[in-house]
Nanobody, 120 residues
Framework: QVQLVESGGGLVQPGGSLRLSCAAS????????MGWYRQAPGKQRELVAT???????MYADSVKGRFTISRDNAKNTVVLQMNSLKPEDTAVYFC??????????????WGQGTQVTVSS
């Protein structure tokens, strides 16, 4: 069974940095893309950034130039480096991946979420 384990959330002051990490484990045949979404209270879940297995990235306009997504294909991990954080970045951040298990078909998986709070 595939599991996504996230780490790295927390409380940070405006202008600070945080690094989120997500590791996928299980009987994985291939991972197609990995990414991060976030959901603030009372708002819909929104895309933050994604990265394909070939390293192509996409960012939400609100985080361009501040956040950087990267992945380690050998370790099935994805990292979101968040710099110059703003209070409006406060949300629960969810790891997301589309992958294929051994003997299975491609499916979408979500992590449990990690809280990021930007406040003075």
């Amino acid at each position: 069974q595939v599991q996504l384990v996230e780490s790295g959330g927390g409380l940070v002051q405006p202008g600070g940095s945080l690094r989120l990490s997500c590791a996928a484990s299980g009987s994985i045949f291939s991972i197609y893309f990995m990414g991060w979404y976030r959901q603030a209270p009372g708002k819909q879940r929104e895309l933050v950034a994604t990265i394909t297995n070939r390293g192509m990235t996409m960012y939400a306009d609100s985080v361009k130039g501040r956040f950087t997504i990267s992945r380690d294909n050998a370790k099935n991990t994805v990292v979101l480096q968040m710099n110059s954080l703003k209070p409006e970045d406060t949300a629960v951040y969810f790891c997301n991946t589309n992958l294929r298990e051994l003997g299975g078909v491609a499916k979408n998986y979500w992590g449990q979420g990690t809280q990021v709070t930007v406040s003075s």
